[in-house]
């Protein structure tokens, strides 16, 4: 069975403005201590996404699909049994939570606490068991004693993702967890997710606009653009071979350690206005492989090859015979 | 934020619907006074002296036979009138000194800072009653005594706010281009701790008019205008308080309460409104 | 070899640090040594990346360069002047030719103001003509098209990309000779970075200006840069033409950042992931800063502090460069 299968989610916010359709129609499934690569730029809906699956999401959503976690649907169950689940089987790094840190206690106790209120564990013993986490995620213990202004932020996103893990999830979603990191703390923040899915046995998502840094540690990568899953498929075989022109200007927009001032690629024009979304593939007015089709083009995936798929035309060509380079 | 923009989150504010509301019928009460007042508040009528509210006087008579609710609608005029010049007075000097404190920093901020935890400290009656044995007890210098009261706390809140906002960026840069301290302080400082300002101002007059009245109340300020506090300086100065008069004293005292009430709602509305808007963020978590 | 614009000569900052009252009776003083003796050249028309991670003190470098901060030692020349030692009247004067473009699109602009007039202020600072015509040319190089749109907007109506678009042309309507561009793009989407990088090149290549590039992201600095000086904790421990810098790095510390860059279809390649983090200014390793990270280290290297040499047409500071694989 799946850790988590999530069949066309879909979360439309009621705004004053009008409806934003953060998440429009999308599925997928993550195996056990499987890391999956969420991909996308700001607005494309992946934060959302990882809000949906924790049912964090404001007052104002409306959520339709199903999300099962191992066979349990979530979205039907009853308040009290998802605040069990969370924390507890799907735990959650915030975008920007090591900002969030409580700056009046010790770091420790901070990781000691949902010990203390989920388990009921006594003082001592949770403050045990939170160094020992910690330690696991490269916080040594006398920097363990300390209050969050006195950490950098490396070490601040390490006691984010140790609170996280405090009550050993299942499924651990990190939104964003490099962000306002130095090149080589992404690289330990990266390292270390890889570390804890073997250790723990523990799925992840990573949500990120960096497709170059997660691809370093996802085994499969899902990439979405307004709202909708643009390709998903192995690594390998979305980064190096990518059908979708998103994707495929995704990557070749990356600044890359070897341009040595070359030109770069980039993507013409800007995402769409969430309030007012094309109708049609909603790439095409960006894409310049746009043939007739695209505008009554609804996004259903095509498989490009056995686990590897696409939303675009381009892959269902592909299907018969036809190279599209 | 565009002002439509405050008005739509403002009127989503149950508090400042309320407050506001309050302050709408304060000015209506206040405005046409000539209009909704049955008596002439002056005229004397000793054959009415100090009877309980009636179908003919409302809230009753006082000491000499003069309407209490004719008395409490005009002296809305005088009560509010110096709530609003006080704060007048307090939001001018206490933004003046505020920005300058908080961008020119080092001895200038502790002098001004010092000078202002003086104001603070120094009990404010105290202070009113020994000015006003100095100078004459008019109606100038009671407004000029409670803004004197005030500026210090909105020099405060406008120094904390001037320091997060001299961090920023856009104040280097335009230093960086050249500006002088006087251009900054008018062109982005000053726009940038105004609303915070209209949150303070409002609190600001809720504690002047109560300050007012309790002022008039011990004497200092002119007792032949017609204010809330005066009514009840008198209403204990003839000792009606203690006869057991009720009618003497809960209205203009209620009215006080309900005028604080009003501004204190629509400050904290507005605190709210305003309150975290510097940075210019999403309004959810991003997606 | 071109003309020297900008050149920093045994440049030193030494931030005062109040300790403890037992100190001061003590009268013990102490530094953080923010900047530590760097000499650094910036030819007209050239743009040099300054690379480090946060602490290195590439960005106090980059304020000393254009005297938004006083040094405590050394010297700053600008076109051939002495300006480290300007009264404030001199510098009033240089201020229009040298500028800086800060990382926070969300903090670079005056939420009260308009775009135009955020644009336009350099110039009603520094009583020239200004007009919308002049605005509009630099919002349209900024890649602001069409920019009368723009003109009215407050930055509460722009993206982080438009914001950063908008600095970038206050920046640059005084047509500066020399800006200095700190970690430009590091809060912006890995999409977007690429052409907000392009907006300088142009800036660079059709006005001239001089850029000091500064980030802590190779693949950033490697996109946009001629010539690279690597920073570590107040000192330069490597630099060179870009290419030389970034395909033979002889630093063990560049070695190190150069391989955790994200390569997109290498994730399996070797990576060296330094451990821990960059120590604190306050207390700077003896001998060869790097001495306590470094793979490599030899007893000499916690004793001696290595010089800048020359070698293979770059400059290292490293006691066993060339010999490091």
């Known amino acids: 069975m799946r850790l988590l299968e999530v069949k066309s989610l879909k979360v439309y916010f009621k705004t004053q403005a009008g409806l934003v359709r953060a998440v429009d129609g999308v599925s997928l499934e993550i195996e056990k201590s499987e890391i999956l690569g969420l991909v996308g730029e700001s607005g494309s809906g992946k934060s959302t996404f990882g809000y949906a699956v924790m049912r964090l999401l404001p007052k104002n959503a409306v959520v339709t699909g199903e999300i099962f976690l191992e066979g349990e649907d979530l979205l039907k169950l009853p308040i009290e049994k998802m605040r069990k689940i969370r924390g507890e089987k799907i735990a959650m790094v915030f975008q920007g939570s090591m900002n969030s840190l409580n700056p009046i206690m010790r770091v420790e106790d901070q990781v000691a606490e949902p010990l203390i209120i989920h388990k009921g564990i006594d003082e001592e013993e949770a403050k045990r068991t939170a160094r020992e986490l910690l330690m696991q995620v490269g916080v040594n213990p006398e920097k363990a004693k300390s209050y969050p202004h006195e950490l950098s932020g490396g070490l601040k996103q390490r006691v984010a993702i140790a609170m996280a893990l405090a009550l050993h999830p299942a499924l651990l979603i990190a939104d964003e967890p490099t962000t306002a990191l130095d090149v080589m703390t992404q690289a330990q923040i990266m390292e270390l997710l890889k570390t804890l899915r073997v250790e723990y046995n523990m799925s992840i998502i990573i949500i990120s606009h960096d497709i170059s840094l997660v691809s370093e540690v996802a085994d499969r990568m899902a990439v979405m653009y307004a709202g909708k899953l643009a390709e998903l498929g192995p690594t390998n075989e979305v980064v190096l071979k990518p059908v979708h022109p998103y994707t495929q200007g995704l990557i070749a927009s990356v600044p890359k350690v070897d341009s040595f001032a070359l030109k770069p690629a980039s993507i013409p024009g800007d995402p769409p206005d969430p309030l007012n979304l094309p109708s049609g593939c909603r790439f095409m007015p960006r894409c310049s492989f746009a043939r007739s089709g695209c505008e009554s083009f609804d996004g259903t995936l095509f498989r490009v090859s056995r686990d590897h798929l696409a939303a675009c035309l381009l892959a269902g060509e592909r299907l018969h015979g036809r190279s599209v380079g | 934020m565009s002002a439509r923009a405050v008005w739509k989150t403002y009127t989503s504010n149950k508090k400042g619907v309320v407050g506001l509301a309050i302050l709408v019928f304060l000015a209506i009460i206040a405005i046409f006074a000539p209009y909704i007042a049955p008596y002439n508040p002056n005229a004397i009528d000793p054959n009415a002296i100090l009877q309980p509210p009636s179908p003919k006087h409302i809230f009753g008579t006082n000491e000499l036979g003069q309407d209490i609710f004719s008395l409490v609608i005009w002296g809305s005029r005088i009560s509010l009138l110096v709530g609003f010049l006080a704060t007048a007075v307090a939001m001018v000097v206490g933004t003046l000194v505020g920005i300058a404190a908080g961008y020119t920093g080092g001895l200038v901020d502790e002098a001004l800072m010092r000078v202002t935890d003086f104001f603070l400290v120094v009990p404010a009656v105290v202070l ?149 808007k510097l940075k210019e963020g999403v309004v959810f978590a991003s997606t | ?278 120590p604190s200014a306050r207390n700077i390793p003896s001998g060869c800063r790097f001495h306590p990270r470094c793979p490599y280290k030899k007893e000499v290297c916690a004793r001696v502090e290595p010089e800048l040499r020359r070698l293979n047409g770059v400059k290292v500071a490293c006691h066993f460069a060339g010999e490091l694989s």
């Not at chain 3, 047509?175 to 890995?190: G, H, I, R």
Request: glycine share 6%; net charge positive.
């Open chain 3, 1 to 278: 070899m071109g003309e020297v614009l900008v050149e920093a000569k045994d440049l030193k900052k030494h931030f005062e640090v109040r300790r403890s009252p037992l100190d001061v009776i003590l009268r013990r003083k102490s530094y953080i040594k923010a900047v530590d003796g760097i000499d650094l050249k910036i030819e007209k028309k050239q743009i040099v990346a300054l690379v480090g991670e946060s602490g290195s003190g590439k960005t106090t470098t980059g304020r000393l360069l254009i005297m938004l901060e006083k040094p405590t030692s050394g010297e700053i020349w600008f076109d051939g002047k002495r300006i480290d030692s300007a009264s404030p009247k001199e510098l009033r004067a240089l201020r229009p030719r040298m500028q800086m473009i800060y990382q926070d699109p969300y903090g670079s602009l005056n939420p009260k103001l308009t775009v135009y007039q955020s644009v336009c202020e350099p110039l009603i600072v520094n009583k020239r003509e200004h007009s919308k015509e002049l605005v509009m040319e630099m919002l349209a190089l900024a890649g602001l098209r069409p920019p009368e749109r723009f003109l009215e907007r407050y930055p509460y109506q722009l993206s982080g990309g438009q914001r950063q678009r908008v600095a970038i042309a206050r920046a640059m309507i005084l047509k500066p000779e020399f800006v200095v561009a700190d970690e430009p793009v590091s809060m912006l989407d890995v999409s977007l970075r690429a052409e907000i990088l392009g907006v300088l090149r142009q800036f660079n290549e059709r006005l001239g200006v001089s850029f000091l590039l500064i980030t802590h992201d190779l693949a950033v600095a490697s996109q946009l840069a001629e010539r690279i000086a690597v920073m570590y904790l107040g000192k330069i421990v490597e630099e060179g033409a870009t290419r030389d810098v970034l395909s033979s790095p002889l630093h063990p510390y560049t070695q190190a950042l150069v391989s955790v860059v994200p390569r997109i279809g290498e994730e399996k390649r070797k990576k060296l992931i330094l451990q821990g983090e960059i």
């Open chain 2, 128 to 276: 009113a009653i020994v000015v006003a044995a100095v100078l004459s007890s008019s109606l100038l210098n009671v407004i000029l005594i409670i803004g004197l009261l005030s500026w210090p706390s909105t020099a405060r809140v406008v120094r904390s706010q001037t320091l997060v906002i001299k961090q920023l960026p856009f104040v280097e840069a335009s230093k960086a281009a050249g500006a002088s301290s006087f251009y900054i302080m008018r062109r982005h400082i000053f726009p940038n701790v105004m609303p915070l300002v209209y949150a303070n101002t409002a609190l600001t007059i809720a504690n002047a008019i109560f300050t007012q009245a309790a002022l008039v109340f011990l004497g200092v300020g002119d007792v032949r205008d017609i204010s809330w506090g005066q009514i009840l300086h008198f209403a204990y100065s003839s000792g009606a308080i203690t006869a057991g008069y009720y009618w003497y004293a809960i209205p203009p005292g209620a009215m006080i309460v309900v005028a604080v009430l009003g501004f204190a709602l629509t400050g904290y509305a507005l605190d709210e409104v305003f309150n975290p």
